[in-house]
């Protein structure tokens, strides 16, 4: 970047406190108000360490919204390794460098003790059936953790009724966490909550690996193994593009050939349901929508990823 677009370049505000985020939301959605148009507010829910998948996310963001804000929290509830909550990185000056250049407006970087003023919620939301399988049953309470952290930020982030205008409002997820993306939009659904829930499409590396802040732990070597991931996935998705059928259980063979990586799950599920699609996955040929689902361990990193077969997610 140059030195004058350095100059040029507009630092978001950072607050720390629910009451100085609704003040700095409502002060921007007045000076957007005008007479031929809703006001629009975006969110972007995020546990910091950035990278170009999240810029992406706030990009498309950027686009749809007068006011933008982006959340920075590392959130205990959704670990259930306090090794891995410990080690999760926060770099919190570089974000917001790179929120600067993607044009947010707020960056809310609260405490623990802002969203949890209490310690632990004594009420909590109950994930379900939908979050006690694949990342749910290898991390048992994740999706009741993320769930809590991700209603408080909708309503932190929800436009200050004492607005002037009615206001549109919209939260950003990856697709990425497939499985996290269908909690929220039942989570939304089922609580009336008043917002537009957005999906933007997995950002990955020339190379085909999908971006996440675990990237960082892999070895180089790992980086490389890791890739077994998306070769697999393209495998089934010719398949399916050919409406053959998927023959899942020869392609998790090709994991078992990959000394350090080690297949958790590969599975193609209803995109809305999370429901196993098994008659699609075996001898029949597959016809419909799935969503093929994986995860793996490459080393001490745990690293997910998943694929539309039959349909493109809205967004993509």
Known sequence: MSTDLQMNQKQPLVVNTAAELAAAIEVRVIAAITADRQVSVGLVPTMGALHSGHESLVATAREQNDVLVVSIFVNELQFNDAADYARYPRTLDADVEILARAGADIVFAPSATEVYPDGRPLVKIDSGALGSKFEGASRPGHFDGMLAVVVKLLNFAM??????????????????????????????????????????????????????????????????????????????????????????????????????????????????????????????????????????????????DNMPLGYHPAGA
């Open 159 to 304: 436009p200050p009724a004492s607005c002037p205008v009615a206001v549109k409002y919209r939260a950003y997820f990856g697709q990425k966490d497939a499985q996290q993306l269908v909690l929220i939009n039942r989570m939304v659904k089922d609580l009336n909550i008043p917002v537009d829930v957005c999906s933007v499409p997995i950002i990955r590396t020339e190379q085909g690996l999908a971006l996440s802040s675990r990237n960082q732990f892999l070895t180089p070597e790992q980086a490389e193994a890791a890739l077994v991931i998306y070769r697999a996935m393209n495998i089934i998705r010719v398949r399916a593009e050919k409406h053959e059928p998927l023959f899942l259980e020869d392609v998790a063979e090709i994991f078992a050939r990959e000394p350090l990586v080690e297949l958790d799950y590969l599975e193609v599920v209803d995109p809305n349901t999370l429901a196993e699609l098994a008659f699609n996955c075996r001898e029949t040929p597959f016809t419909g929508q799935g969503l093929l689902l994986v995860a793996a361990k490459v080393g001490e990193v745990r690293l997910i």
